[in-house]
């Protein structure tokens, strides 16, 4: 299943002037939204999308409507009642309202990134508990991967805004079983490791009970953000 979390309050837009969600922006003839989901094009006949909105009639139709003209063939829609204590949880509240089984893989996606012509990595990743995808790159306000010792890309430890690596996440985390990614949570409201409940620390529950744990490293220049209005300006004039 994909899992789209899109309740963010896209506060930085409406400061900058925007007047709807970033989501519904137009970009090359085409929403922000559209954008972001057609990352998983070849996946829309394959997968159930599972969108997760903040209040609003408009969010769930503007949602409806937009997967209906892409082909999106199974798409589920919750609307969220209030505003959730981070990403994490709003993944976790739609997941129960979707009635989301424990043994079903997700896969978590930003709605401002763009990844364009995704595919899932290979086999060897199948054989995992989970895995983000990451870029090698720098900054205070990414989601990070630290490397294990070894060969092989397993990571040793995550983080949310605290650089201990040079590999990034693009947004992109996978959870071999829904369950997991419940009891991870679940972990992270008894020892919380930042201020919000972000996805990429849960990982470090998975590593800790001895689960594995790996990162798809893509070249930066495949992925394309859109989460601030400087970055859609640029998109919408690109030099």
């Known amino acids: 299943m994909i ?30 939204f559209a954008h972001a989901v057609g990352s998983f094009a070849s996946e829309f006949s394959r997968q159930p999308f599972l969108f997760i909105v903040a209040p609003g009639a408009a969010n769930v139709a503007f949602v409806e409507a937009e997967c209906a003209r892409l082909g999106v063939a199974k798409a589920q829609v919750v609307e969220l009642d209030a505003i959730t204590a981070g990403q994490a949880e709003t993944v976790a509240i739609g997941l129960h309202q979707a009635g989301v089984s424990d043994d079903e893989p997700i896969t978590i996606f930003n709605i401002d990134t763009f990844r364009p012509g995704f595919e899932f990595p290979g086999d060897w990743f199948a054989g995992l508990d989970g895995w983000l995808e990451v870029f090698e790159g720098e900054g205070a306000n990414w989601s990070y991967v630290k490397p294990a010792e070894g060969d092989l890309p397993l990571a040793s430890e995550t983080a949310e805004k605290r650089p201990i690596s040079n590999l990034c996440c693009t947004g992109l985390y996978h959870f071999a079983r829904a369950g997991d990614f419940r009891a991870a949570l679940a972990a992270e409201r008894a020892a919380p490791q930042a201020a919000e409940l972000y996805v990429a620390p849960l990982y470090n529950h998975l590593i800790g009970s001895g689960g594995k744990v790996g990162y798809s490293l893509i070249d930066p220049a495949d992925v394309i953000f859109c989460g601030t209005p400087q970055e859609y300006q640029a998109l919408l004039t690109p030099a």
Do not use: C, H, N, W
Request: proline share 10%; charged share 15%; hydrophobic share 45%.
């Open 3 to 32: 899992v789209i979390p899109m309740a963010g309050r896209s506060q930085r837009f409406y400061d900058a002037g925007f007047t709807v969600p970033k989501f519904m922006l137009p970009l090359g003839g085409e929403s922000v």
